[in-house]
């Protein structure tokens, strides 16, 4: 079971919310990135990748930059005004794809050296469901357990849009109406 909540009034950005968790996607992430304990561990387990990668040695560095990556993050989707393009911040998941595919999987970070990851689908052009997020410090997804959890959460979110019917904004729209209901 999923639902959804929306992130900004005008319905253009959404987290699901997997198992009637007491958090959705992005909240969880964001309390994550915040949780200098919870960061700690996380670097230590992954410590190879972040020097291999990001060539940083410092524990207590990688959770300052994260820290500081997320306050950005919250900004910047703090800040999402009715003008504001969100295809600007959403990118192609596969750096390769050229073309627009029904509900699309896509990333987003705060910036261009970031390691923190925002991933979601995309139900239309500007219109986005966050299904997580993660801390990426290897080239792919799939070299690393947590991220290639991330990829199996979008897959997931995708087949149950599917499954529901719902392959753009108004049919979105219908569902959250049905099951308002």
Request: with cysteine; glycine share 4%; charged share 30%.
């Amino acid at each position: 079971m999923m639902t959804f909540d929306k992130i900004i009034d005008d319905g253009r950005l959404w987290a699901v919310r997997f198992n009637k968790d007491n958090q959705n996607a992005l909240q969880k992430v964001m309390s994550q990135w915040s949780d200098a304990e919870w960061l700690a561990d996380f670097f230590t387990q992954n410590l190879d990748d972040l020097i291999s990668y990001f060539r940083i040695t410092s524990i207590e560095d990688a959770i300052y930059q994260t820290m500081e990556d997320r306050d950005e993050l919250a900004c910047i989707i703090m800040d999402i005004s009715p003008e504001a393009n969100l295809d600007h911040f959403f990118r192609p998941l596969e750096n390769n794809r050229i073309s627009e595919m029904i509900l699309g999987k896509e990333k987003g970070r705060p910036h261009r050296r970031s390691w923190l990851r925002l991933y979601a689908i995309k139900l239309s052009m500007g219109i986005y469901i966050i299904t997580g997020g993660a801390i990426k410090l290897t080239r792919t997804m799939q070299e690393r357990e947590h991220t290639l959890q991330e990829l199996e959460k979008m897959e997931k979110v995708r087949n149950f849009l599917i499954q529901e019917h719902v392959f753009d904004e108004d049919s979105f729209t219908d569902y959250q109406q049905e099951v308002e209901l």
